[in-house]
């Protein structure tokens, strides 16, 4: 069990100025998180395997493709500044 001197602790450590109203809060809200965790404690695991995920989630992203864009001018005309056929943008490293 958490008591209110531990979450002033934890409070002190994470630089958080807590009120005393917000110390009872997390005092309670914390002791339950953690009573919740002994239940979990005690549950027979030996034959799970272990895992990073509850489900098996895989990539659904698209390939890539290279497509040229058609209306070039337009995106061009479009930029705040631009040299020839490039976009004009600000240095930001120094030559030095």
């Given amino acids: ?3 209110r001197e ?4 934890v409070a002190l450590l994470a630089r958080l100025e807590l009120t005393p109203e917000e110390e009872e809060q997390f005092t309670t809200q ?9 239940q979990l404690n005690e ?19 698209r390939e ?9 001018e337009a995106i061009l005309n479009s930029a705040p500044e631009q040299e020839g056929e ?11």
């Fill in 64 to 72: 890539d493709e290279l497509q040229p864009y058609t209306n070039r």
């Fill in 86 to 96: 490039f976009f004009k943008v600000p240095k930001i490293l120094n030559a030095d």
């Fill in 1 to 3: 069990m958490i008591d």
């Fill in 43 to 61: 549950l027979d695991v030996s034959d799970v395997p272990p895992t990073t995920r509850a489900i098996d989630v895989s990539n659904v992203t």
């Fill in 6 to 9: 531990q979450v002033r602790k």
């Fill in 30 to 38: 914390l002791g339950s998180i953690l009573d919740y965790i002994e």
